[in-house]
């Protein structure tokens, strides 16, 4: 089992900044792919960002690249997304999710955070 915990959410207007971060605990040895997703009232959850624990090779979605940057501290078992340039349809609840391999295939995700609200106003 893996649990993992994101903080960093918050309430910031347009072109704003936030750094999410989530810290991963138990068998994550395991699990070394980490990932941020995203989920919008009504919309079905996308992947933001992705990236392999002491291996690097991140992945964006299209809508946040060069605006989102994923980071990852191995020795904590930790990852943070820091999200440049708030837009408001970043607005979404974010999640912290860990995989065991294919770390850019959201179907391989089996460990889910609580997820963290971001809230982005115009």
């Known amino acids: ?47 933001v960002a992705s990236v392999y624990l002491n291996g690097g090779n991140p992945f964006y979605a299209d ?23 708030l837009k408001p349809e970043d607005t979404a609840m974010y999640y912290c999710a860990a995989a065991p391999m294919g770390c850019h295939r959201q179907d391989n995700y089996n460990y889910w955070g609580q997820g963290t609200q971001v809230i982005v106003s115009s």
């Open 1 to 47: 089992q893996v649990q993992l915990v994101e903080s960093g959410g918050g309430s910031v207007q347009a072109g704003g900044s936030l750094r999410l971060s989530c810290v991963a605990s138990g068998y994550t040895y395991n699990s070394p792919c980490m990932g941020w997703f995203r989920q919008a009232p009504g919309k079905e959850r996308e992947m």
């Open 63 to 85: 809508s946040v690249k060069g605006r989102f940057t994923i980071s990852e501290d191995n020795g904590r078992d930790a990852v943070y997304l820091q999200m440049d340039n």
